[in-house]
């Protein structure tokens, strides 16, 4: 999917099982595939449906500020679980 802010709209109906089909237009635009997961939320502003690398993506973006360039979070995680393991046991 490319990142142009193209938006494609469709009226759908939610059936008695509440259930709606995502148009074939906005499946293909999305590269939505059959049996792929969804992320579905919804706000004051409507409901939401993202796939699961989007919803990746937004969170990496969302919390990019606070990230120090060049420096692994998950390597500070490790940091910290071994200093706190060596004063919890006294290693």
Known sequence: ??????Q???RVRVDSAGRIVIPAEIRSTLGIEPGQ???LSGDA????????EQAVHAA????????APGVSVVD??????????????GE
């Open 45 to 52: 502003s409507g409901i939401h449906i993202l796939t699961f």
């Open 8 to 10: 494609i709209s469709s």
């Open 60 to 67: 990496q973006q969302a919390f990019a500020p606070y990230r």
């Open 76 to 89: 500070e995680l490790l940091r910290d679980r071994r200093e706190e393991a060596r004063r919890e046991y």
């Open 1 to 6: 999917m490319s990142e142009s802010h193209h």
């Open 37 to 39: 997961d969804l992320i």
